[in-house]
């Protein structure tokens, strides 16, 4: 079982910017995809972006890249998501998940965390 908790949320005009921490009650050293997934109003979860320990690969999302990077710290089994630019819409509830290999298919991730509330406002 792996516990994961999220902190770092909060309110921000557009385009500024937020850290997000997710930490984790697993060795990081382990094998695990570990993704960022948000739910905004009226839209279905959404796949950030998540990086596999296994060999460091990143995955993001279109609507992401340039603007979110994903990165972890294993010393405090800690996985972080830092969002610049952001946007009005990406107003919503920023999950951290667990899963077993390279991907932003919420169905494939086992082990989630409780969210944490991102406010854009314009």
């Known amino acids: 079982q792996v516990e994961l908790v999220e902190s770092g949320g909060g309110s921000v005009q557009a385009g500024g910017s937020l850290r997000l921490s997710c930490a984790a009650s697993?060795?990081?050293?382990?094998?695990?995809?570990w993704g960022w997934f948000r739910q905004t109003p009226g839209k279905e979860r959404e796949g950030v972006a998540s990086?596999?320990?296994?060999?460091?690969?990143?995955y993001y999302a279109d609507s992401v890249k340039g603007r979110f990077t994903i990165s972890r710290d294993n010393a405090k089994n800690t996985v972080y998501l830092q969002m610049n630019s952001l946007k009005p819409e990406e107003t919503g509830v920023y999950f951290c998940a667990a899963g077993p290999y390279l991907t932003l298919d919420y169905g494939v991730f086992h082990y989630w965390g409780q969210g944490t509330q991102v406010t854009v406002s314009s």
């Open positions: 697993t060795d990081m050293s382990n094998k695990y995809c």
């Open positions: 990086l596999f320990t296994g060999d460091g690969s990143l």
